[in-house]
C-alpha cells in the first residue's frame, strides 16, 4: 500500500521505507499553529496532522495521506523545532539530566472521502547529563536543525540516552507499530484506498 507522506522529513521517509513502506513525499507546506494554544495538548497535535493531511489533498493527491506532527515537552514546556543555535541550546540545556516526552499527533487520510483515522503516541526518554563540551560538539555538529527539541536520537546506541519507554519510532516521528495496526484494520475493513 502506497503512501503519501506529508512531510519534509528525512527521518521519517527512511523510518517509513526501512520498515517495507511504499512512500511518495508531497510537504503540506503550512504554517502550523502552535500546539500550547490548544486546550487539549494531545486533540491539538492531531488537529495539526489532520491540518497538513488536508493541506496535501487540496494539492491533489490521491491515495492514503499520512501527516504528523512531532514535539517535545519537558517540564511541561513544548519544544518544537528551534528557531536558531541559541534556541537550540536551551531546549538541550532543559532536557540535560531528565525525563521528558516525545508526543506524535498522527493522521492517516484517505482523499476520496477525507476519511481519518488519527491519534497521539507519548514515549518518554531519559537522558543523562550534558558536559559542557558534549553540548557544544552537538550544536557545532548541526544535528539539532529542524529537529523537535533540537535533539535527533543517534542510533542504534545513543551516548545521552539512558532509558525509552514506549515505541522508539515515535521519537523519530512516527509511532511504526500504531501504524502498522491501522493500516491492517483499514485492509481488513474493505477500506484501501481508491
Not at 47 to 67: N, Q, T
Not at 131 to 136: G, K, R, S
Request: glycine residues 10%.
Amino acid at each position: 500500500m502506497r503512501l503519501i507522506l506529508a512531510s519534509q522529513s528525512p527521518d521519517r521517509l527512511e523510518l517509513l521505507r526501512t520498515a517495507g513502506y511504499d512512500v511518495l513525499v508531497m510537504p503540506a507546506d503550512l504554517a502550523e499553529p502552535d500546539p500550547a494554544s490548544f486546550s487539549d495538548f494531545d486533540a491539538g497535535l492531531m488537529h495539526i496532522a489532520i491540518m497538513k493531511a488536508r493541506a496535501v489533498r487540496a494539492r491533489g493527491a490521491e491515495g492514503l495521506i499520512l501527516a504528523a506532527d512531532t514535539v517535545g515537552v519537558v517540564a511541561g514546556e513544548i519544544f518544537g523545532k528551534p528557531r536558531d543555535r541559541a534556541d537550540a541550546r536551551r531546549m538541550l540545556s532543559a532536557m540535560s539530566n531528565t525525563v521528558h516526552e516525545v508526543c506524535t499527533g498522527w493522521c492517516l487520510m484517505r482523499t476520496r472521502d477525507q476519511l481519518h483515522w488519527t491519534g497521539c503516541e507519548h514515549t518518554s526518554i531519559a537522558m543523562r547529563a550534558w558536559t559542557d563540551d558534549e553540548l557544544q560538539w552537538y550544536l557545532d555538529g548541526g544535528e539539532w536543525q529542524g529537529k523537535s527539541g533540537a535533539y535527533g536520537l543517534q542510533l542504534p546506541h545513543d551516548p545521552f540516552v539512558t532509558r525509552i519507554d514506549g515505541s522508539l519510532s515515535n521519537v523519530i516521528g512516527i509511532p511504526l507499530e500504531r501504524l502498522a495496526t491501522v493500516l491492517r484494520e483499514i485492509e481488513q475493513a474493505g477500506g484501501v484506498p481508491g
